[in-house]
């Protein structure tokens, strides 16, 4: 467990921001599944995990329909991934379609690790309220 925590980010497990929000269904994706971690563990987690794929417009549009409202990241990145591998199953998804599914549910798999100890952090830490706290110091300092 880290000893202190410096800066409270906010980590999405679709993390390549401009390729995700290219498409409408990608901005509603990043704003489902999203969770409070501290800056190191977010560093940690980049310089580890892939990049996630960006799966074609129809399907990542089948998911996102489907998604509802995951409990916490790790139940999103289990309810992205059962999803993913539904909708390349669709009879007119074609076999590089397929593959790219494939990739993005193996990508968002391995961030699972880094993701429950984000969870567990924000159980034990309440780092919404730590967030939330420090702006207001850093407010008050500006």
């Avoid at 800056?39 to 998604?67: G, Q, W």
């Avoid at 289990?78 to 076999?95: C, N």
């Amino acid at each position: 467990m880290r000893e202190r925590v410096d800066r409270i980010d906010c980590h999405e497990p679709h993390f390549e921001r401009a390729r995700f929000e290219a498409d409408v269904s990608g901005v509603a994706l990043r704003r489902i599944v999203r969770v409070r971690t501290p800056r190191s563990l977010h560093d940690e987690l980049h310089a580890n995990c892939e990049p996630v794929p960006v799966p074609d417009h129809n399907s990542l549009e089948y998911i996102v329909k489907r998604m509802g409202h995951p409990r916490d990241v790790v139940d999103g990145v289990e309810i992205y991934s059962r999803l993913a591998e539904k909708a390349a199953q669709r009879p007119y998804v074609t076999d590089i379609q397929q593959t790219i599914l494939g990739l993005s549910v193996e990508a968002v798999r391995q961030q699972l690790p880094y993701l429950k100890e984000m969870v567990h952090m924000n159980e034990v830490m309440n780092l919404d309220e730590v967030a939330q706290r420090a702006r207001i110091t850093r407010n008050r300092v500006a």
